[in-house]
Structures are given as C-alpha cells and as structure tokens.
C-alpha cells in the first residue's frame, strides 16, 4: 500500500549526490494515484503498465523495486529486461501460506471501517482501535482523499488482495538463479526485519558467493531501508551506478 511519493526524500538525496540522474517515482496500479485501471490486478500486469508507460523510449537502464515493487522488477526483468536492476528488501518469491501477518491484519482492519471519516485523526483512530500500530495508521492515511462528505480511504482492498494473492503466487526464482548477461542484478536485505526468511537470505548469499547476483545487508535498517539508513543505501546506489 505504498506509493512512489514515499520516496521523494530519498530520491531528493540521490539527486543532490547526483544531479545527472533523471529519477522517477511511479505508482503501481492500485497503489498511491494510479487507480481505477482494469483488472486483472497481477504482477504482470503490473509489468505490463511499467512497459506502456515507459513507451517508445523503452524502460530505464536502472529500476530500482522496494518489497511488492521488487517483485513487480523481477517480474520484469524475465521479459529480458538490459541494464541494472535493484531489489530492495524483497524475496523472489513467497514461503508458503501468509497467515495471521501484519498485512492480512491491516486489510481485515481497513474492511472493517466506515466508508467516510471527519479528518485523518478520526481515521487513524479507527484503525489504532483495531490493531493497527500508529505508524502504520499514519503511513495509511496519506491515502486518504477528500470528498463532499468527508475523507474516505482512496485505495481498492478487493484490486489490492488480488495483488497480494498474485504476488505470493508468484516464483522468480528461476530468474535470479539464472540471469541474462544483459541483467545486472543487486539485492540490497534488511539486517532486522525483513521480509526475507532465513532459508531465502542463504539461498541469496550462496548466489553470491558465485558470482550470479550481488546482496548487501544493512545492518541497522528494518524492512524501510531508505527510512532508516538512507545513508548507506545511497552509497550502494550511488557507487553501483558509477
């Protein structure tokens, strides 16, 4: 439920290092300002928006993917994509039934809500009531969007459990074990909370240790690798891409 605008300030970062780099923040579908599109919600699909958006100039020779994003990049990099490729704190595919996680959690709360609110604090309420950590609630609310009739949640929970159900259905790993030339593929974990299991973070490492795919920790970020140590992450961008 994450949106390209969550990024601003650390794409702000890159650029002030940087400031040949052209960078753009885009909005999955379903995700931040890219809503009412035809279904059905897949990773593909996904892909296949990044690929008309991109046009007849063709896509970047970098992508950078954050979790649900870094499975959409790999998604589209086995369409054979060339260039540099950066998954940030994503696995390259699920490990097994979600369960009773933080995700299915906060969908089940946002289902639960009234369909307007009197202002954000009414709607971070509603959700800290059921569950939700303030954070989470304060990071959900930045998609809210005003009506007439009060504030109501922008997003589409039916087109954002298809995405869920695609995304964990779906194996990439038959592209990270064996990459094109043409790809240059960086995983980039969190060192406390990620989203990797242990058995994925061998599997990447061994990878690695051959030469297939490049992996480096940050040791003090949480799955928000840019939020919490945007320092480092920018110095392996910004070295990666030199």
Do not use: Y
């Not at 909370?193 to 040791?219: F, N, W, Y």
């Amino acid at each position: 439920m994450g949106r390209g605008q969550n990024w601003q300030s650390f794409a702000r970062r890159l650029c002030a290092a940087r400031p040949e780099l052209d960078l753009e923040l885009i909005d999955l579908r379903m995700h931040g300002g890219s809503q009412g599109l035809p279904g059905p919600h897949t990773l593909a699909a996904c892909a296949d928006d990044l690929e008309a958006h991109a046009g007849a100039s063709g896509l970047p020779d970098v992508l950078i993917g954050h979790s649900f994003g870094g499975r959409v990049a790999l998604t589209l990099a086995g369409r054979g994509l060339a260039g540099q490729l950066w998954v940030l704190d994503a696995a390259p595919a699920s490990s097994g039934e979600r369960g009773d996680t933080e995700t299915v959690r906060v969908l089940a709360a946002l289902a639960e809500l009234p369909p307007r609110f009197v202002d954000r604090r009414a709607f971070t309420a509603a959700l800290e009531a059921r569950g939700a950590a303030p954070a989470i609630a304060a990071w959900l609310a930045k998609n809210l969007v005003r009506e007439p009739d009060g504030l109501r949640f922008g997003l589409e929970l039916p087109a954002l459990r298809a995405l869920l159900e695609d995304h964990d259905r779906t194996d990439c790993w038959p592209l990270v074990e064996h990459p094109p030339d043409s790809l240059d593929l960086r995983f980039v974990l969190a060192g406390r909370g990620s989203v990797l299991a242990e058995d994925d973070r061998a599997r990447l490492e061994a990878l690695a240790s051959q030469g297939v795919v490049t992996v480096d920790t940050l040791p003090r970020a949480g799955h928000w690798l840019h939020v919490d140590d945007p320092a480092r992450l920018s110095e392996l961008l910004l070295a990666g891409l030199a």
